[in-house]
């Protein structure tokens, strides 16, 4: 999140590990989650998006803004940050959220 509470950025990694293969309901949770985020911001024209699943169990968003997206993304970075700490408070065993805040200069 930079300073002013937008979304610049996610990774998800190690989520498995809660089932088996392919019935692992918080990696199921979380791949709904980060999938529908990608979904939703790739349609605007204001919001530009990079990253992907260079590797199984690992996703990256990095995210580029116009202030005419500003308020969307807003919305898009509180419906993330919040499915992903629900899913971290019903199964605590099998994940954790870190949400680092960040200035425009990255640090």
Not at 1 to 14: I, N, P, T, Y
Not at 50 to 67: H, K, S
Request: charged fraction near 25%.
């Amino acid at each position: 999140m930079d300073e002013a509470g937008l979304l610049k950025s996610c990774r998800v990694q190690g989520h498995a590990g809660a089932g088996t293969r392919g019935n692992d309901i918080v990696c199921a949770a979380v791949s709904v989650l980060t999938g529908t985020i990608v979904r939703v911001l790739s349609n605007r024209k204001d919001i530009r998006i990079r990253g992907g699943i260079p590797i199984r169990g690992y996703f990256l968003l990095e995210v580029d803004y116009d202030p005419e997206g500003k308020e969307f993304l807003a919305a898009a970075g509180a419906f993330l940050s919040e499915g992903l700490l629900s899913v971290c408070e019903e199964f605590p065993d099998n994940c954790r959220v870190n949400i680092e805040w960040r200035n425009s200069y990255g640090t």
